[in-house]
C-alpha cells in the first residue's frame, strides 16, 4: 500500500452542453471492495471573526483494510491513522449526513458507532445477522440501517440517542426476508433469530439440505424516515419494497421492465433525491424509481455495470469499467464523458465538496478529482 506520485490529467467534456473539466488526480492506496468509505467534508473552524473553512479536510480519506481503517491524506500524500476498527473483515462504513458520527459494521456482525473524524469509538451492538453488506444513514443522522445476506437476510434499523449524556445504540427493529424452502422434509423455515434463541440444524446452515432464494440487497431511507429496501429472490423477479419508519410493510411491487430479463439483478442503489431512486442491474441499465409509488420512470440503457453513483443536481454521475466518468441527464440523456485517470474498477464515489471535488475508490488505486465547472455549478 506505498503512495503513489501525484498524476495530473486533463479531460474536457465531449458535450459541450455540459462543460466539466478534471484537473487532476492522485492515485493515493488501495482499498478494497466495501459499502462505503469515508469523506470528510471541509470542516468550520472557530477563529475570532468569521467563522471560516479548514480546508485540510477535503483532502482527508478514511478506507477499510481487513479490520483496520487506513486515513489517507492527499496534500501530505502519506498515510496519517492506521488502526484496528474490529477483529473482523470490515464490510460497511459511511459517514453520517451531520459528519459527527461514523458507523461500521464486520462480516461477523459487530456495530460500531465512532466519532468524526476523531474515530474515538462511542458504542458497540451486535446485530442479529452476520454477513452484512449495505449500510445507510438517515437524511437527519439519527438512524442507520444495516443490510444482512444469508439464511437470516435481514434489515435492522438503529438509532442514535443522547439519553444518558453520551452516544446511544439501539435496535428499534429487524425484518427478516421469507424463506421458501426448495428442498428438504421440514415443514417451515424459521426466518428470524429473534423469534427463538435455539439456532436453525445444522444441516440449514450449510447449504447441504436447504436453498435459501430470497435475501435483501440493499436498502436506502429518505427524508420522511420510510425505507427502500431491494429483494432478490431465487424463482422470482426481483422486489421492491416500501417501509414505514417504525418497520411496518407500507408497499411492494416487482422490479420489472418491458421487454427484458424479470429477473434483473441490482448492482447499486443511489441515495434519494427529488422524490427518485436510481437503481443500477445488470445489463448495463439504471432504472429511477419513483420513491412512493415504486414505478420505474425511467431506464437508462448506459451500456455497462456499475455498483457506485452520486448526484450531481439532478444528473447522476457513473464510473464505467473503462475508468470513465459518465454523467446522465434526469430524461436520461448522456450529458458527458470523462476519463478519470485511472483504468481502476471503481466501487465507490464521493464528494468531497459537492459539485467541486470528487473521490473515487477502487480496488487498488483511490484517487481524488478536483473538477472545475464552466456552468456556474
Known amino acids: 500500500m506505498d503512495s503513489k506520485e501525484p498524476q495530473t490529467a486533463k479531460h474536457r467534456s465531449d458535450a459541450s452542453r455540459y462543460p466539466i473539466e478534471?484537473?487532476?488526480?492522485w492515485g493515493a492506496a488501495s482499498a478494497r471492495h466495501t459499502s462505503g468509505c469515508v469523506v470528510h467534508p471541509p470542516r468550520r473552524t472557530e477563529q475570532p471573526g468569521p467563522t471560516v473553512k479548514d480546508p485540510s479536510s477535503e483532502f482527508i480519506f478514511d478506507a477499510p483494510l481487513g479490520p483496520s481503517v487506513v486515513r489517507w491524506d492527499v496534500v501530505a500524500q502519506t498515510r496519517r491513522l492506521q488502526f484496528q476498527a474490529h477483529n473482523d473483515l470490515v464490510t460497511c462504513m459511511r459517514l453520517s449526513p451531520g459528519g459527527d458520527y461514523i458507523a461500521t459494521s464486520c462480516y461477523s456482525g459487530e456495530v460500531k458507532l465512532w466519532s468524526a473524524p476523531q474515530w474515538e469509538c462511542l458504542a458497540v451492538a451486535m446485530a442479529p445477522m452476520a454477513s452484512q453488506h449495505h449500510l445507510a444513514w438517515s437524511p437527519d443522522s439519527s438512524r442507520f440501517l444495516?443490510?444482512?445476506?444469508?439464511?437470516?437476510?435481514?434489515?435492522?434499523?438503529y438509532s442514535v440517542s443522547?439519553?444518558?449524556?453520551?452516544?446511544?445504540?439501539?435496535?428499534?427493529?429487524?425484518?427478516?426476508?421469507?424463506?421458501?424452502?426448495?428442498?428438504?422434509?421440514?415443514?417451515?423455515?424459521?426466518?428470524?433469530?429473534?423469534?427463538?434463541?435455539?439456532?436453525?440444524?445444522?444441516?440449514?446452515q450449510s447449504g447441504l439440505d436447504y436453498q435459501y432464494g430470497n435475501a435483501f440487497y440493499m436498502a436506502e431511507i429518505n427524508p420522511s424516515g420510510d425505507v427502500l429496501a431491494v429483494m432478490e429472490r431465487q424463482s422470482a423477479p426481483t422486489l421492491v419494497q416500501l417501509y414505514s419508519p417504525e418497520g411496518k410493510l407500507l408497499k411492494t411491487a416487482e422490479l420489472t421492465v418491458e421487454g427484458g430479463s424479470k429477473k434483473l439483478g441490482t448492482l447499486l442503489i443511489s441515495t434519494y433525491r427529488d422524490g427518485i431512486y436510481a437503481l443500477g442491474v445488470q445489463g448495463g441499465r439504471v432504472l429511477y424509481l419513483d420513491s412512493e409509488s415504486l414505478a420505474v420512470t425511467s431506464v437508462l440503457n448506459v451500456g455497462f455495470s456499475s455498483r457506485t453513483c452520486v448526484w450531481d443536481g439532478s444528473s447522476l454521475v457513473l464510473p464505467a469499467d473503462t475508468g470513465k466518468l459518465v454523467w446522465w441527464g434526469a430524461g436520461g440523456e448522456k450529458l458527458g464523458e470523462f476519463r478519470a485517470g485511472s483504468a481502476d474498477y471503481i466501487v465507490r464515489l464521493d464528494w468531497s465538496v459537492s459539485g467541486h471535488a470528487l473521490w473515487l475508490c477502487g480496488f487498488s488505486v483511490l484517487s481524488y478529482l478536483q473538477v472545475k465547472r464552466n456552468d456556474n455549478g
Request: glycine share 6%.
Open 22 to 25: 478534471i484537473l487532476q488526480s
Open 146 to 157: 444495516i443490510v444482512g445476506n444469508g439464511i437470516n437476510s435481514s434489515i435492522v434499523m
Open 162 to 204: 443522547m439519553e444518558t449524556g453520551k452516544p446511544q445504540l439501539s435496535q428499534l427493529w429487524q425484518v427478516v426476508a421469507p424463506q421458501d424452502k426448495t428442498k428438504g422434509s421440514e415443514d417451515k423455515v424459521q426466518s428470524s433469530l429473534a423469534e427463538s434463541e435455539t439456532p436453525p440444524p445444522k444441516s440449514s
